[in-house]
């Protein structure tokens, strides 16, 4: 198989659109778009990061510099023989720059398992990324799935739109092989949108979204993921150890108080 190789950079701009919002933005939309080669797809990632989750805090944070290394299929991959997507992607401020690779499903599982880099035309990226892992000491965390809707303008297929749907993740079962089910993230019908163009955003575009009050936003799916489901459940431990500390106080002084007023009713004969 020859191998899939992609070094680009692009500019990012991510939508939260409600689903009266998404109704609304597409009757203006839909004409002036041309459905992808690849419309309708189930993307399926594999987050890497650290013990501590030192990447998902730092994405949270908002730091001007961002960069996540993933694993990412198309679909539910069906064989080992099946291609997979292993790609570190770096952002600064809005502009996204990727290195990635294709390899086979079983390739990426020996790569783990035993750390073995396999024959590729171009091992330059393959190498950056088993750097990056090794030396961060980066390990699989997260699984993050969603339905996704893929466009590119008629005017500049260099513009590319997408529409995510049913955000959904788990932290355990982290193999591809074992499907997209997971926790739904939001409890509404949101629907994350992206923007993603080698320039700037045509001119009509921004008026539009303007027009519609819908504004851009900060969002990544693992950061947000991350806060919610481990940050979330730390924060609930930490209130949780907090109340029964309180309590055991509380139980304490009183027994203090009442021996006290025990000791006070002692008569000396």
Not at 32 to 44: A, C, G, P, T, V
Request: charged share 35%; glycine share 2%.
């Amino acid at each position: 198989m020859k191998d899939y190789i992609k070094v680009f950079k692009r500019v990012e701009q991510k939508y939260m659109l409600t689903k009266n919002d998404f109704v609304k933005l597409m009757q203006v939309l839909e004409p002036k778009m041309e459905k992808n080669k690849y419309y309708e797809s189930k993307i399926l990632n594999i987050y890497f990061d650290t013990k501590n989750f030192d990447i998902a805090t730092k994405t949270i944070e908002k730091t001007k510099y961002k960069e996540k290394l993933r694993l990412r299929s198309y679909s539910v991959p069906k064989s080992d023989n099946d291609s997979v997507f292993f790609e570190l992607k770096r952002k600064c401020n809005s502009v996204v720059s990727k290195r990635r690779i294709t390899m086979k499903l079983n390739e990426f599982e020996e790569y783990i398992k035993y750390g073995k880099l396999f024959e590729t035309e171009n091992i330059q990226i393959l190498k950056e990324i088993d750097y990056t892992k090794n030396t961060k000491k980066l390990e699989p965390k997260m699984m993050v799935a969603y339905d996704r809707l893929s466009y590119y303008l008629k005017e500049d297929e260099n513009t590319r739109i997408t529409f995510d749907f049913n955000l959904r993740y788990r932290d355990e079962m982290l193999d591809l092989k074992m499907g997209d089910a997971g926790y739904k993230f939001f409890e509404n019908d949101i629907v994350i949108m992206e923007v993603k163009t080698l320039g700037s955003m045509p001119i009509w575009f921004v008026k539009l979204m303007n027009e519609l009050r819908i504004y851009p936003t900060s969002f990544s799916k693992y950061g947000e993921i991350y806060k919610k489901h481990i940050l979330g459940k730390k924060i609930n431990k930490k209130n949780d150890d907090l109340i029964i500390n309180k309590n055991r106080i509380k139980k304490k002084n009183k027994n203090k108080y009442k021996d006290k007023i025990i000791n006070k009713n002692i008569k000396i004969a």
